[in-house]
């Protein structure tokens, strides 16, 4: 029986010896490379990375420290000036703030401090995308501006977009009172593409409206890319509205919803389906105190006094003397609205760019052929329907 013992002591003993040979680092071969130590300092990191080429220059750029801070870090042009930006509040990361130029080479500048003193240059270059075009766009709205509560929002680009899409996405609209409205593309005008906004119902009065539209750096298809960043913010005023029935030989101005004025008027001759005034919702555009307006189909060349344009076809809301004695009786005009030198001086001194005008009671019908502004003769889905993301 000791024997036995003795044995299995042995091989435990034996056992002992081979788990500490096995668990043992095995010695190295000097003929096989080894992996090298990893540098000291701190490491840094690009976005994009460093020597990058046409990066978006609407896009951020940053640098990164790992296992250290960054110092004196900046990002020049060119012209020696540098881009705005700043330090992350652990002074690890430094982000650009302002936008970069298309085409343009731009150069680091710094180093990133490890806690031993260690410094790693900050360097390289990072070079902007150069676009086939760059295509700006034009709001049709400035800061600050009164308008009426039929003011579509609008963006006329100075050349065609093929990827309407990627505009649309991010486009905002923001306002002070709950308003459902959508963007809708029209087809091309003034040498370009042009995209509006239109509430479903007419603006509440007294909305305040912020346009945000980031096209900076999109890409708008076919090597195009957005050349700036478009913002406005204005206010709809009261809401006056004019009520023209044409068979009413009337024209009636509803402000805040009460009548503020009922004019004679004379509208276009019905029997010529080109003097007729069109029916549907008009919007005013813009005023003038003197207004010369041509015909050669008709032969007239004249100056009319307090003109308001109310589509681009020719239809004006304007003083006529000539027509005074139909005014309130009979329509006779080549599609315009006459009232007296009075009462169109009154009515000139209260529109403001889009306030609507309601025509009714003629054979023809407002319709995109007749100017820009015809978004509402369209039903709210018909509107809907003209989105690119729809």
């Known amino acids: 029986m000791r024997r036995v013992l003795i044995v299995v002591v042995a091989l435990i003993g034996a056992l002992g010896v081979v788990g500490a040979v ?91 401090v490890a806690p031993d003193g260690t410094a790693t240059p900050v360097q390289g270059t990072v070079a902007t995308l150069e676009p086939a075009h760059t295509v700006r766009g034009t709001l049709n709205i400035g800061d600050d501006r009164t308008v009426g509560i039929a003011a579509p929002i609008e963006i006329q680009f100075d050349r065609h977009v093929e990827d309407r899409a990627a505009i649309e996405k991010v486009l905002k609209v923001t306002t002070s009172k709950e308003v459902e409205g959508a963007w809708g593309w029209l087809p091309d005008e003034n040498g370009g593409s042009r995209v509006h906004w239109r509430p479903k119902e007419y603006w509440p009065s007294g909305t305040k409206v912020t346009v945000d539209a980031p096209l900076k750096g999109v890409d708008y298809g076919g090597g195009s890319y957005g050349a700036e960043d478009l913002t406005t913010s204005f206010a709809i005023g009261r809401a006056q509205i004019v009520k023209a029935d044409a068979r009413s030989f009337r024209m009636i101005v509803i402000r805040d919803g009460r009548e503020i004025a009922d004019y004679p008027a004379s509208y276009g001759l019905a029997d010529d389906p080109n003097r007729n005034t069109r029916s549907g919702i008009h919007v005013v555009t813009e005023k003038f105190t003197d207004k010369r307006m041509v015909s050669q189909q008709y032969g007239y060349d004249v100056v009319e006094k307090w003109a308001v344009r109310m589509s681009n076809n020719g239809e004006f809301i304007h003083a006529n003397p000539v027509s005074a004695a139909a005014q309130g009786a009979a329509n006779v005009t080549h599609g315009c609205v006459n009232l007296s030198i009075e009462n169109a001086k009154a009515y000139y001194d209260t529109v403001l760019y889009g306030d609507p005008v309601e025509v009714t009671g003629t054979p023809v019908q407002l319709s995109a052929r007749d100017g820009d502004l015809w978004d509402w003769t369209l039903s709210w889905e018909k509107w809907k329907g003209l989105s690119a993301l729809s």
């Open 22 to 112: 096995a668990l043992a680092a095995p010695p190295q071969d000097p003929a096989v490379p080894q992996a090298a130590p990893a540098p000291a300092g701190a490491q840094v990191s690009y976005q994009p990375a460093a020597s990058a080429s046409s990066a978006n220059p609407a896009q951020p750029v940053s640098v990164r420290a790992a296992g250290g801070t960054l110092d004196g870090v900046s990002l020049t042009g060119p012209d020696g000036d540098a881009v705005d930006g700043a330090l992350s509040p652990d002074r690890t990361t430094w982000t650009s703030s302002g936008d970069l130029d298309f085409a343009t080479t731009y150069t680091w500048h710094g180093r990133a």
